[in-house]
């Protein structure tokens, strides 16, 4: 299927390893020219060019601190430049886990603080950045990862601050709708990252329909199918994307 994806330009934060790369990865592949974003120079400057080289697609690493106003808008700025506008934005970047907070006695408030700072707040500022240049341009696509956490007990931090990504995209997509401006969240299950061990992998197997952990392959097509031009009924929504959970109806 064609996605019409061709010529489109993205920008994927987080994107330098993990999730964000495999999405960056997957928008190339069908035609888009992507801006990557992270803190860390290096590993950006390395996937650019695997990227590139994989997908013959121009691929622009951009060192980014999501929790700065000051460095996401020369983000959204240099994107402009190298590409001349930004049609969609993957938001992915967080702080590295949310620390364990199972009891509220657990819970760290400067943590707490930075974690959701980082995460809902980086999310905030980049669609701040982005959007009017999506409203000049009369389109755009807005994907907000965020994780099952959210549906979750278990840690206090890690609910709140993905609880909080349903909450902004669908503020977003009320907002921005009206002008072709779509905003759509991604829930992700256990994927099967650096660290996922045979433990992760029972886990998966116990509490899911699909038996096993979600690889990035898969919530990077989603993304890719979600950020589509031919994707205009549903925003607003977040997207469950955990392999079906037993036992639950959400309706």
Not at 38 to 60: F, K, P, Q, S
Not at 76 to 103: F, Q, Y
Not at 212 to 234: D, K
Request: proline share 3%; glycine share 10%; net charge neutral.
């Amino acid at each position: 299927m064609d996605l019409q994806l061709t010529a489109k330009r993205a920008i994927v934060t987080g994107g330098s390893r993990g999730l964000g790369k495999a999405i960056a990865l997957q928008l190339a592949q069908e035609g888009v020219d992507v801006v990557i974003a992270a803190r860390g120079a290096d590993a950006l400057n390395t996937t650019a060019l695997e990227l590139e080289a994989a997908t013959g697609r121009r691929i622009v690493p951009v060192t980014t601190d999501v929790g700065l106003d000051a460095s996401v808008d020369a983000l959204i700025a240099k994107a402009i430049e190298v590409l001349g506008g930004v049609d969609i934005l993957i938001n992915n970047a967080a702080a590295p886990g949310a620390g364990k907070a199972a009891r509220i006695a657990e819970v760290d408030s400067a943590r707490m603080l930075h974690d959701i700072d980082i995460k809902v707040g980086g999310y905030l500022r980049a669609a701040r950045a982005a959007v009017p240049h999506m409203m000049s341009a009369g389109w755009g696509r807005i994907i907000n990862i965020g994780g099952l956490a959210a549906r979750r007990t278990g840690n206090y931090v890690s609910a709140l601050r993905n609880a909080a990504i349903s909450a902004i995209t669908k503020n977003l997509a009320d907002e921005l709708g009206p002008c072709a401006i779509s905003s759509i969240a991604i829930h992700p299950g256990f994927l099967r990252t650096a660290g996922a061990d045979q433990s992760a992998e029972e886990r998966a197997r116990r509490s899911t329909n699909l038996g096993r952990l979600i690889e990035f392959s898969e919530i990077a097509w989603l993304s890719a199918v979600l950020a589509s031009p031919r994707c205009t009924v549903i925003n607003g929504e977040t997207i469950q994307a955990a392999g079906g959970t037993p036992g639950i109806i959400n309706y």
